[in-house]
T-cell receptor, first 117, second 115 residues
């Protein structure tokens, strides 16, 4: 079946430094999947951070960016300068358009990020 | 909009007892998903309803687990004869549309502990 592999956490960096969380996927459908990053902030529920449905495109939100690379089957999440409010657990996920694969999302195991105190 | 509401937040059962988990999706959302989260397996898909109809239950353990959506305002996940390995956080999510491009809105989850 489909699978998503992401950086095993926890990941820690200093404030204002850059962050990258790696995500690679394996898709069983011949159709290119849609790719997502979801995030869970402390005390909150899982929520969408960004999504990209077209290979080669880049998505961005809250200073984070991720580029859909179908050649390397990757969707790495990056931010140039992190702050305390970015501390959270980040989940990479894939899904499909109707008729090309399952409507459900397949998630990675999550990467916990926090600032070095 | 209160978001997706899951009750109870925590449930403790003895081995062999039944557990029923409740989910109230966001009003107007046509798709409801159930996921299970554990440290070892991460987020695992269980089942999916579209306009109250069961569409995909391929993630549901074949025995003891069942899910229903009797009306558009709530869904239940029932686990019969709970076992310690059923301990997990059960997440419900809803979305406005029925494609994977539609944003999933998750509830806070129900933490099930089977003693």
């Amino acid at each position: 079946g489909d699978s998503v592999t992401q950086t095993e956490g926890p990941v820690t960096v200093s404030e204002s430094e850059s962050l990258i969380i790696n995500c690679t996927y394996s898709a069983t459908s011949i159709a290119y999947p849609n790719l997502f990053w979801y995030v869970r902030y402390p005390g909150e529920g899982l929520q969408l951070l960004l999504k990209v449905i077209t290979a080669g495109q880049k998505g961005s939100s809250r200073g984070f960016e991720a580029t859909y690379n179908k050649e390397t089957t990757s969707f790495h999440l990056q931010k140039a300068s992190v702050q305390e409010s970015d501390s959270a657990v980040y989940y990479c996920a894939l899904g499909y358009l109707p008729g090309t694969g399952s409507n459900r999302l397949t998630f990675g195991k999550g990467t916990k990020f926090s600032l070095i105190p | 909009n209160a978001g997706v509401i899951q009750t109870p937040r925590h449930k403790v059962t003895g081995k062999g007892q039944e557990a029923t988990l409740w989910c109230e999706p966001i009003s107007g959302h046509s798709a409801v998903f159930w996921y299970r989260q554990t440290i070892v397996q991460g987020l695992e898909f269980l089942t999916y309803f579209r306009n109250q109809a069961p569409i995909d239950d391929s993630g549901m353990p074949k025995e003891r687990f069942s899910a229903q959506m009797p009306n558009q305002s709530h869904s239940t996940l029932k686990i019969q004869s709970t076992q310690p390995q059923d301990s997990a956080v059960y997440l419900c999510a809803s979305s406005r549309g029925t494609t994977s491009q539609n944003t999933l809105y998750f509830g806070a989850g129900t933490r099930l502990s089977v003693l």
